[in-house]
Protein backbone atom coordinates (compact mmCIF):
# COMPACT_ATOMS: atom_id res chain seq x y z
CA UNK A 1 0.00 0.00 0.00
CA UNK A 2 1.36 3.51 -0.80
CA UNK A 3 2.76 5.63 1.91
CA UNK A 4 0.81 8.74 2.66
CA UNK A 5 1.94 11.02 5.52
CA UNK A 6 -0.61 12.20 7.63
CA UNK A 7 -2.15 15.60 6.77
CA UNK A 8 -2.22 16.79 10.58
CA UNK A 9 1.42 15.85 11.32
CA UNK A 10 2.81 18.82 12.09
CA UNK A 11 -0.12 20.10 14.75
CA UNK A 12 1.46 19.21 17.28
CA UNK A 13 5.42 19.18 17.82
CA UNK A 14 7.25 22.02 18.45
CA UNK A 15 9.96 23.48 16.19
CA UNK A 16 12.67 25.62 17.94
CA UNK A 17 14.94 27.65 15.73
CA UNK A 18 18.87 26.39 15.61
CA UNK A 19 20.81 28.83 16.53
CA UNK A 20 21.60 31.86 14.35
CA UNK A 21 20.33 30.55 11.21
CA UNK A 22 16.97 30.27 9.15
CA UNK A 23 16.68 26.42 10.09
CA UNK A 24 13.75 24.80 12.36
CA UNK A 25 14.04 21.39 14.03
CA UNK A 26 11.36 19.83 16.15
CA UNK A 27 12.29 19.70 19.66
CA UNK A 28 12.28 15.35 19.43
CA UNK A 29 14.76 14.16 16.47
CA UNK A 30 14.92 10.64 15.81
CA UNK A 31 18.50 8.76 15.97
CA UNK A 32 19.08 5.71 14.75
CA UNK A 33 22.35 4.85 16.19
CA UNK A 34 20.53 1.65 17.52
CA UNK A 35 17.74 -0.76 16.75
CA UNK A 36 18.08 0.27 12.83
CA UNK A 37 20.75 -1.98 11.97
CA UNK A 38 20.74 -5.30 9.71
CA UNK A 39 20.31 -7.26 12.63
CA UNK A 40 17.02 -5.44 13.23
CA UNK A 41 13.92 -6.27 11.89
CA UNK A 42 12.88 -4.06 9.11
CA UNK A 43 9.15 -4.06 9.29
CA UNK A 44 9.67 -2.25 12.73
CA UNK A 45 12.62 -0.10 11.31
CA UNK A 46 10.55 0.98 8.88
CA UNK A 47 6.93 1.56 11.25
CA UNK A 48 9.09 3.18 13.86
CA UNK A 49 10.33 6.11 10.78
CA UNK A 50 7.18 6.39 9.09
CA UNK A 51 5.44 7.07 12.63
CA UNK A 52 8.08 9.42 13.57
CA UNK A 53 7.26 11.73 10.30
CA UNK A 54 3.48 11.15 10.82
CA UNK A 55 3.87 12.86 14.23
CA UNK A 56 5.51 15.80 13.25
CA UNK A 57 9.95 14.81 13.59
CA UNK A 58 11.09 15.61 10.81
CA UNK A 59 14.70 15.15 11.37
CA UNK A 60 16.75 12.11 10.92
CA UNK A 61 20.01 11.44 12.63
CA UNK A 62 22.36 8.98 11.37
CA UNK A 63 26.08 8.05 11.05
CA UNK A 64 28.12 6.59 9.12
CA UNK A 65 29.41 3.68 11.72
CA UNK A 66 25.68 3.14 13.02
CA UNK A 67 24.16 -0.45 12.94
CA UNK A 68 25.15 -2.88 13.68
CA UNK A 69 26.84 -3.62 11.17
CA UNK A 70 28.29 -0.15 10.81
CA UNK A 71 27.02 1.17 8.00
CA UNK A 72 23.56 -0.40 7.76
CA UNK A 73 21.44 1.88 9.49
CA UNK A 74 22.07 4.62 6.86
CA UNK A 75 21.14 1.46 3.67
CA UNK A 76 18.15 0.83 6.20
CA UNK A 77 17.09 4.00 6.03
CA UNK A 78 17.51 4.67 1.98
CA UNK A 79 15.75 1.29 1.77
CA UNK A 80 12.94 3.48 3.41
CA UNK A 81 13.67 6.53 1.78
CA UNK A 82 13.30 5.46 -1.89
CA UNK A 83 10.15 3.41 -1.29
CA UNK A 84 8.16 5.22 1.34
CA UNK A 85 9.72 9.14 2.14
CA UNK A 86 11.07 10.17 -1.22
CA UNK A 87 7.80 12.56 -2.02
CA UNK A 88 8.93 13.95 1.49
CA UNK A 89 12.56 15.00 1.11
CA UNK A 90 12.36 18.80 1.20
CA UNK A 91 10.02 18.15 4.24
CA UNK A 92 12.58 16.52 6.28
CA UNK A 93 16.23 17.04 7.96
CA UNK A 94 18.56 14.45 7.23
CA UNK A 95 22.26 14.50 8.97
CA UNK A 96 24.84 12.41 9.11
CA UNK A 97 28.39 11.91 10.47
CA UNK A 98 31.98 10.81 10.64
CA UNK A 99 35.03 10.58 12.56
CA UNK A 100 34.89 6.94 14.28
CA UNK A 101 35.89 4.08 12.79
CA UNK A 102 34.46 2.80 9.18
CA UNK A 103 37.20 0.97 7.35
CA UNK A 104 40.69 -0.75 7.08
CA UNK A 105 43.68 1.33 6.86
CA UNK A 106 44.87 4.98 7.64
CA UNK A 107 41.92 7.21 6.01
CA UNK A 108 39.37 5.19 8.03
CA UNK A 109 38.39 7.09 10.92
CA UNK A 110 39.12 10.62 12.35
CA UNK A 111 39.13 14.03 10.90
CA UNK A 112 41.12 13.94 7.93
CA UNK A 113 39.75 15.43 4.23
CA UNK A 114 40.03 12.24 2.58
CA UNK A 115 38.01 10.32 5.60
CA UNK A 116 35.44 12.98 5.60
CA UNK A 117 34.83 13.54 1.66
CA UNK A 118 35.28 9.35 0.99
CA UNK A 119 32.74 8.95 4.04
CA UNK A 120 30.07 11.07 3.22
CA UNK A 121 30.07 9.43 -0.64
CA UNK A 122 29.75 6.28 0.91
CA UNK A 123 26.56 7.77 3.16
CA UNK A 124 24.95 9.61 0.48
CA UNK A 125 24.90 6.35 -1.78
CA UNK A 126 23.90 4.31 1.17
CA UNK A 127 20.96 6.39 2.01
CA UNK A 128 20.21 6.91 -1.64
CA UNK A 129 20.69 10.80 -1.69
CA UNK A 130 21.82 13.84 -3.24
CA UNK A 131 22.63 15.57 -0.21
CA UNK A 132 22.45 15.72 3.76
CA UNK A 133 20.97 18.84 5.41
CA UNK A 134 23.44 18.18 8.04
CA UNK A 135 27.14 16.66 8.17
CA UNK A 136 28.75 16.57 11.70
CA UNK A 137 32.67 15.33 12.01
CA UNK A 138 31.60 13.34 14.69
CA UNK A 139 34.52 13.35 17.92
CA UNK A 140 37.85 15.50 17.60
CA UNK A 141 41.18 14.62 15.85
CA UNK A 142 44.29 14.97 18.16
CA UNK A 143 46.29 14.72 15.19
CA UNK A 144 44.72 16.03 12.25
CA UNK A 145 45.15 19.89 11.97
CA UNK A 146 41.66 21.69 12.89
CA UNK A 147 42.61 24.30 9.76
CA UNK A 148 42.22 20.80 7.69
CA UNK A 149 39.21 19.27 8.87
CA UNK A 150 37.08 22.67 9.35
CA UNK A 151 38.56 23.05 5.35
CA UNK A 152 36.90 20.04 4.53
CA UNK A 153 33.54 20.79 6.32
CA UNK A 154 33.74 24.11 4.41
CA UNK A 155 34.08 22.16 0.93
CA UNK A 156 31.43 19.49 1.68
CA UNK A 157 29.02 22.95 2.15
CA UNK A 158 30.65 24.28 -0.97
CA UNK A 159 30.03 21.41 -2.94
CA UNK A 160 26.64 20.92 -2.32
CA UNK A 161 26.59 17.76 -0.74
CA UNK A 162 25.92 19.14 3.08
CA UNK A 163 24.04 22.20 3.56
CA UNK A 164 24.69 22.73 6.68
CA UNK A 165 27.48 21.45 8.92
CA UNK A 166 28.50 20.96 13.09
CA UNK A 167 30.25 18.90 15.20
CA UNK A 168 30.20 16.71 18.07
CA UNK A 169 31.48 15.30 21.38
CA UNK A 170 33.70 18.25 21.22
CA UNK A 171 34.59 20.08 24.80
CA UNK A 172 34.46 24.28 24.99
CA UNK A 173 37.79 25.15 23.82
CA UNK A 174 38.02 22.64 21.10
CA UNK A 175 34.49 23.86 20.41
CA UNK A 176 35.15 27.79 20.22
CA UNK A 177 38.24 27.07 17.78
CA UNK A 178 36.26 25.23 15.38
CA UNK A 179 33.29 28.14 15.07
CA UNK A 180 35.85 30.94 14.83
CA UNK A 181 38.12 28.91 12.06
CA UNK A 182 35.03 28.03 10.14
CA UNK A 183 33.58 31.77 10.45
CA UNK A 184 37.07 32.31 8.61
CA UNK A 185 36.09 30.40 5.94
CA UNK A 186 32.66 31.63 5.43
CA UNK A 187 30.91 28.90 6.64
CA UNK A 188 28.27 29.19 9.59
CA UNK A 189 28.41 26.27 12.21
CA UNK A 190 25.58 25.29 12.82
CA UNK A 191 25.19 22.71 15.52
CA UNK A 192 26.92 21.13 18.31
CA UNK A 193 25.81 17.29 18.89
CA UNK A 194 26.76 16.67 22.66
CA UNK A 195 25.87 14.33 25.41
CA UNK A 196 23.67 15.75 27.79
CA UNK A 197 21.27 14.49 30.52
CA UNK A 198 19.86 15.33 34.09
CA UNK A 199 22.66 12.72 35.68
CA UNK A 200 25.49 14.03 32.57
CA UNK A 201 25.62 17.57 32.28
CA UNK A 202 29.89 17.84 31.91
CA UNK A 203 29.05 19.89 28.00
CA UNK A 204 27.07 22.57 30.00
CA UNK A 205 30.34 25.06 29.61
CA UNK A 206 30.24 23.81 25.78
CA UNK A 207 26.38 25.55 26.00
CA UNK A 208 27.81 28.39 27.03
CA UNK A 209 30.28 28.64 23.81
CA UNK A 210 27.35 27.91 21.92
CA UNK A 211 24.77 30.89 22.84
CA UNK A 212 27.53 33.13 22.42
CA UNK A 213 28.62 32.46 18.87
CA UNK A 214 24.72 31.65 17.80
CA UNK A 215 25.41 28.40 17.58
CA UNK A 216 22.51 25.46 17.87
CA UNK A 217 23.13 22.61 20.44
CA UNK A 218 21.55 19.08 19.95
CA UNK A 219 21.52 16.04 22.99
CA UNK A 220 22.01 12.69 22.12
CA UNK A 221 21.39 10.50 25.01
CA UNK A 222 19.04 12.42 26.71
CA UNK A 223 17.59 9.56 28.95
CA UNK A 224 21.45 8.40 29.92
CA UNK A 225 20.78 5.15 27.73
CA UNK A 226 17.68 4.42 29.74
CA UNK A 227 18.57 5.31 33.33
CA UNK A 228 15.86 8.15 32.70
CA UNK A 229 13.47 6.14 32.52
CA UNK A 230 13.13 4.45 35.64
CA UNK A 231 13.51 1.07 34.38
CA UNK A 232 17.16 0.47 36.74
CA UNK A 233 14.66 1.80 39.80
CA UNK A 234 14.85 -1.68 41.64
CA UNK A 235 18.02 -3.14 40.19
CA UNK A 236 18.64 -4.01 36.34
CA UNK A 237 16.33 -6.72 34.49
CA UNK A 238 17.21 -9.31 33.00
CA UNK A 239 16.33 -7.82 29.50
CA UNK A 240 17.90 -4.00 29.28
CA UNK A 241 20.99 -2.99 27.98
CA UNK A 242 22.15 -3.17 31.23
CA UNK A 243 22.00 -6.38 31.54
CA UNK A 244 23.82 -7.36 28.09
CA UNK A 245 26.94 -6.97 26.27
CA UNK A 246 26.79 -3.33 25.28
CA UNK A 247 29.84 -0.82 25.83
CA UNK A 248 27.77 1.87 26.58
CA UNK A 249 25.92 0.81 28.87
CA UNK A 250 26.70 -1.68 31.68
CA UNK A 251 25.86 -3.08 35.27
CA UNK A 252 28.92 -0.77 36.46
CA UNK A 253 27.11 2.41 35.65
CA UNK A 254 23.72 1.09 37.31
CA UNK A 255 24.92 2.21 40.86
CA UNK A 256 23.54 2.79 44.01
CA UNK A 257 23.40 6.38 43.38
CA UNK A 258 21.29 5.92 39.99
CA UNK A 259 18.29 4.34 41.85
CA UNK A 260 18.38 7.00 44.66
CA UNK A 261 18.16 9.72 42.36
CA UNK A 262 15.42 8.48 40.04
CA UNK A 263 13.67 7.48 42.59
CA UNK A 264 13.55 11.04 43.94
CA UNK A 265 13.23 12.82 40.33
CA UNK A 266 10.34 10.70 40.45
CA UNK A 267 8.54 12.05 42.68
CA UNK A 268 8.37 15.27 40.98
CA UNK A 269 7.82 14.09 37.20
CA UNK A 270 4.59 11.81 39.23
CA UNK A 271 3.42 15.79 40.84
CA UNK A 272 3.87 17.20 36.80
CA UNK A 273 1.67 14.03 35.77
CA UNK A 274 4.35 12.88 33.56
CA UNK A 275 6.67 9.84 33.28
CA UNK A 276 10.20 10.60 34.28
CA UNK A 277 11.27 9.96 30.77
CA UNK A 278 8.89 13.05 29.24
CA UNK A 279 10.28 14.97 32.17
CA UNK A 280 13.72 14.28 31.93
CA UNK A 281 13.71 15.49 28.05
CA UNK A 282 11.42 18.73 28.83
CA UNK A 283 15.01 19.31 30.97
CA UNK A 284 17.29 18.90 28.56
CA UNK A 285 14.99 20.88 26.18
CA UNK A 286 14.82 24.10 28.34
CA UNK A 287 18.14 24.55 28.32
CA UNK A 288 19.18 28.11 27.36
CA UNK A 289 20.30 27.43 23.07
CA UNK A 290 19.25 23.57 23.29
CA UNK A 291 17.12 23.26 19.71
CA UNK A 292 16.51 19.36 20.03
CA UNK A 293 16.74 16.03 21.72
CA UNK A 294 17.65 12.89 19.69
CA UNK A 295 15.31 9.88 21.00
CA UNK A 296 16.40 6.32 19.87
CA UNK A 297 13.52 3.31 20.19
CA UNK A 298 13.15 -0.14 19.37
CA UNK A 299 9.53 0.31 19.75
CA UNK A 300 6.88 2.67 17.87
CA UNK A 301 5.37 2.54 21.14
CA UNK A 302 8.33 4.20 22.92
CA UNK A 303 8.18 7.20 20.49
CA UNK A 304 5.05 7.65 20.50
CA UNK A 305 4.88 7.89 24.43
CA UNK A 306 8.04 10.56 24.73
CA UNK A 307 6.27 12.43 22.26
CA UNK A 308 3.72 13.45 25.31
CA UNK A 309 6.98 15.71 26.50
CA UNK A 310 5.06 18.32 24.53
CA UNK A 311 1.96 18.52 26.56
CA UNK A 312 4.12 19.83 29.57
CA UNK A 313 7.56 21.57 28.85
CA UNK A 314 7.09 24.11 31.11
CA UNK A 315 9.04 24.18 35.05
CA UNK A 316 8.16 26.25 37.83
CA UNK A 317 11.05 27.94 39.41
CA UNK A 318 10.63 25.53 42.51
CA UNK A 319 10.65 22.19 40.35
CA UNK A 320 14.04 23.51 38.96
CA UNK A 321 15.29 24.18 42.03
CA UNK A 322 14.01 20.85 43.42
CA UNK A 323 15.36 19.08 40.50
CA UNK A 324 19.28 20.84 40.50
CA UNK A 325 19.17 20.02 44.25
CA UNK A 326 18.80 16.06 43.31
CA UNK A 327 21.31 16.37 40.98
CA UNK A 328 24.18 18.71 42.19
CA UNK A 329 23.56 16.74 45.82
CA UNK A 330 23.69 12.95 44.70
CA UNK A 331 27.13 11.52 43.69
CA UNK A 332 27.68 11.60 39.61
CA UNK A 333 27.17 8.86 37.99
Known amino acids: MEYIAKAERYETMKYNRCGKSGLLLPALSLGLWHNFGNTSDFTGCREMLLESFDRGITHFDLANNYGPEAGSAEETFGRVMTEELKPYRDEMIISTKAGYYMWPGPYGEWGSKKNLVASLDQSLKRMKLDYVDIFYHHRPDP ?7 MDALAGIVKSGKALYVGISNYNAEQTEDAVRMLDTMGIHCLIHQMQMS ?9 LDVLNRHGVGAIAFSPLAQGILTGKYINGIPADSRAAGASVFLNANHVTGSVEVITKRLMEISDGRGQSLAQMALAWVLQKKGM ?3 IIGASRTEQIVENLKTMENMAFTEEELRRIDEILYDETEV
Open 198 to 206: MIHRENEAV
Open 291 to 293: TSV
Open 143 to 149: DTPLEET
